[in-house]
């Protein structure tokens, strides 16, 4: 460097002159600096890379595991996978055709009660609120062959006054079918309810006055503007009866009928255990899933086209009739009420037998439950797992749903993590206990018998649901909170705490008791990631089912249910009276 590179600065410092490469000018290359923006589009990716870690690698270890070993080959040329295969479709088809036809109906007629029994509308519900667990023991104390009480009055008619058991076998396929479909029709009718108080009767009034018939009316008219709550109501059906456990269980067992659900927890509890084979049996479960809620998305494409609310003039559809009345006081009669009356009589009798004698009821068996370190260890495990659950996946959901629905300028990772949370829906709970018991069973992390792997199963199932409850009430506040705050000179962390999460406290309060709810009576995950140490209520009511203790099954049974009522009840306590509505 010459003498005269050298320039002198007003402070009389010495520094290179323009012509030196490094001189501060136009071709020195500007300095990277990490802003805000860099550390919040790290912090989005890294969180949706930790949810898809939680809900992909364990289906990812499914897939992994059946091509191990021949597992397809063992698993597809069993004798009797032909035979699950075919009980799995039928029970399928069956069970969805039946809880659309039932869950449609009851939906239809809910809209037309008579004035003064609009409180009937929530009767369907009561069977959601029934562990299935519990409401199949139910049923089995009804319909029992030789001591089923509703067995015993059928046998008391003429028609079958000579039989010494039956008339009705509930551990029969098309009785499988019956149960199955029955409680998904509750679910069904959620759906459906929702999206026919959304028509508007003008629509109606004007095709029937065009000369349509009612019935021409309701499926040329009325179902395709409820297409959106038909297609979601389909979906979940099928999902619902192709994961289906409970049922084929326990109904099951004595006429040896399996379903590709009972045949991998078969593998999964004989000896030595065959991981790859039960993996291979999931992985046709895993692509019919991805399908469907692919599917649903494809088949409903624009839902603004089904908005059919008029404003000021809309008029909800329906007028009173006494048909509601009968169809649903039948329905909640044969899905709550009976198995739930058959329960406490089996929890308050000495023992269970056809005959009822009232003059020998007692409290023995709930004393002896409440003294038995298995059922309270049971319960005990059941409220801790469901409440720390409960605690992760809220704030969880919370974080997706800010995401989805402020975060416009996270696309791409909107776009995966949309797919990522709506997969554990597609999924039955049954594989993810299955894709959890692969994936951290063995180094570098292994969970299996802890708590810690119960717990994250639940916190995977329940992701969506936490999703689209805070999402939903997110979308119906707008941004003019969020925009207001910040105006007014609030950062980011103060909207948050002081503005955002006391309006969402509703949705909070919403998501906590379906998520309760939904965890107290798990059922299907739980009987793969138990551990000896691990059991709650639904493993340990199937544990003395299988042991002839009906007294403390029925015991067991009623704890469950009001074990839920509780969790319910403060769920809602703590979210305010929009809890409910939101639910």
Not at 512 to 528: D, G, P
Not at 549 to 558: E, G, T
Not at 568 to 579: D, H, I, N, S, T
Request: with cysteine.
């Amino acid at each position: 460097m010459s003498v005269s590179d050298i320039q002198v600065s007003d402070h009389g410092t010495a520094g290179p002159g323009p012509g030196v490469p490094f001189a501060p000018g136009a071709s020195q290359k500007p300095r990277f600096r990490v802003r805000p923006v860099h550390l919040w589009t790290l912090g989005v990716v890294l969180f949706v890379v930790f949810v898809g870690l939680l809900v992909l690698r364990p289906i990812y270890f499914i897939v992994d595991r059946s091509a191990l070993n021949n597992g397809f080959t063992t698993a597809f040329t069993d004798p009797f996978i032909w035979q699950a295969i075919g009980t799995t479709i039928v029970l399928t088809v069956g069970a969805v055709v039946l809880a659309l036809v039932v869950g449609t109906a009851l939906a239809w007629f809910s809209l037309r009660l008579p004035r003064g029994l609009g409180w009937m509308s929530a009767l369907p519900v009561m069977s959601i609120l029934m562990p299935s667990v519990a409401s199949i023991t139910g049923w089995i104390f009804l319909f029992s062959p030789r001591v089923g009480f509703a067995n015993t009055v059928l046998r008391t008619l003429p028609w079958w006054s000579e039989q010494t058991s039956g008339p009705i076998d509930v551990y029969t396929t098309p009785w499988i079918i019956l149960c199955t479909g029955l409680q998904i029709a509750a679910f069904v009718y959620l759906f459906m309810s929702s999206g026919f108080t959304g028509v508007n009767s003008d629509l109606i009034e004007a095709a029937e006055v065009a000369g349509s018939s009612k019935l021409g009316v309701f499926f040329r008219v009325t179902l395709p503007l409820v297409r959106p709550s038909l297609v979601y109501a389909t979906a979940t059906a099928i999902l619902l009866a192709l994961g289906q456990f409970t049922a084929p269980l326990l109904l099951g067992r004595n006429s040896n009928i399996q379903v590709l659900t009972t045949r991998i927890f078969t593998y999964l509890n004989s000896s030595p255990v065959d991981f790859n084979a039960a993996a291979a049996l999931g992985v046709p479960l895993v692509v019919v899933g991805v399908i469907i809620v692919f599917g649903q998305r494809a088949l409903l494409g624009n839902q603004s086209r089904f908005v059919t609310h008029g404003g000021k003039g809309f008029k909800a559809v329906g007028r009173p009739s006494w048909s509601g009345v009968v169809w649903i006081g039948a329905y909640a009669l044969l899905t709550a009420v009976l198995p739930l009356l058959a329960i406490i009589i089996v929890a308050v009798s000495p023992r269970w037998s056809a005959d009822i004698v009232p003059s020998t009821f007692t409290l023995q068996h709930f004393s002896e439950a409440l003294n038995s370190p298995e059922i309270l260890s049971s319960v005990q495990n059941s409220v801790l797992f469901s409440l720390t659950s409960i605690l992760i996946v809220i704030p969880i959901g919370f974080l997706c749903s800010a995401i989805l629905v402020y975060g416009r300028r996270f696309k791409l990772c909107q776009i995966v993590l949309d797919f990522v949370v709506a997969m554990p829906l597609g999924m039955p709970a049954l594989i993810f206990g299955l894709g959890f018991i692969l994936a951290y069973s063995g180094p570098p992390i292994n969970l299996y018998g802890t708590s810690s792997v119960v717990i994250a199963v639940y916190v995977t199932l329940m992701i969506p649901f936490s999703v689209r409850l805070q999402s939903a009430a997110m979308l119906s506040l707008g941004k003019q909170y969020i925009e207001a705050s910040q105006v007014a000179g609030a950062n980011l962390w103060r909207t948050t705490l002081n503005v955002l999460l006391p309006l969402m406290r509703s949705a909070f309060g919403a998501a906590a008791a379906l998520i309760f709810l939904l965890l107290s009576h798990e059922f299907a995950a739980s009987m793969l990631v138990r551990a000896p140490t691990t059991q709650v209520m639904g493993t340990t009511l199937y544990d003395l089912l299988e042991f002839g203790s009906y007294s403390a099954v029925a015991v067991l049974a009623l704890i469950m249910a009001a074990v839920s009522l509780v969790g319910l009840g403060l769920a809602f306590l703590l979210g305010g009276r929009g809890a409910l509505k939101g639910l």
